[in-house]
């Protein structure tokens, strides 16, 4: 266990976060994505990143809710914008992730192995990368991410490179630093203050998703 899950696991009750995303592409505003925090007996992610450069605007907006552990437990997702709403429903149980999409009268379901350490991903929402972060160590190790509005499973590699400078919002600071590779997208980059998320870069897609002044 990292020392960061470790001081985690160790609060009574960590404090709420939520804020906002303002996401590029190429340096061009695409989306806002804004997200909340909660601990409880589960984390509970709640974020709505709203895509409304061409029409129509979609709005994806995952609710996830994660063990103590940080291991997933279960997702609703809501997509809409597109010819008709969709709603996937993900859950965790032995061995396997099942995910459900239900879009007006029709229902499908697919399996999705999940053995060892997993996280929920998503490729065009951001949040929910503050729980593979929380997963990295000094020492690379892999993980199974879950893509589950793609109903795609990736094995990457987590690993915490420590204290390093970046651009956040025009100016140069510290963060730790924490990449992900292995997946399609190749490296991901996240940068954390703390255990808040402040950044994620995706080279391969040109996209930057920053955490807006104030948030």
Do not use: C
């Not at 974020?47 to 994660?66: C, F, K, M, N, T």
């Amino acid at each position: 266990m990292t020392t960061l899950l470790a001081l985690l696991l160790a609060l009574p009750q960590a404090p709420t976060d939520a804020g906002t995303l303002v996401v590029r592409a190429d340096t061009v505003e695409i989306a806002r994505e804004g997200f909340r925090l909660l601990e409880g007996t589960v984390w509970r992610l709640s974020s709505s990143a709203r895509y409304d450069r061409a029409r129509p605007v979609v709005v994806l907006a995952p609710i996830l809710e994660v063990a103590r552990d940080t291991q997933p437990v279960t997702i609703q997702y809501d997509v809409t914008g597109g010819r008709e709403p969709v709603r996937v429903l993900g859950q965790l149980g032995r061995d396997r992730f099942t995910v459900r999409f239900l879009s007006g009268t029709r229902e499908t379901a697919r399996e999705l192995p999940a053995a060892g350490r997993l996280v929920v991903l998503d490729d065009s929402v951001f949040a929910p990368y503050i729980f593979a972060a929380w997963r990295a160590g000094p020492t690379p190790s892999p993980l199974t991410a879950i893509f589950p509005r793609a109903a795609r499973r990736e094995t990457l590699t987590v690993h915490d490179l420590g204290t390093e400078g970046t651009m956040l919002n025009r100016d140069r600071v510290s963060l730790r630093h924490v990449t992900l590779t292995g997946g399609a997208t190749g490296v991901v980059h996240l940068w954390l203050s703390g255990a808040r998320l402040m950044k994620v870069e995706i080279p391969s897609r040109g996209v930057v998703a920053e955490r807006s002044p104030g948030s």
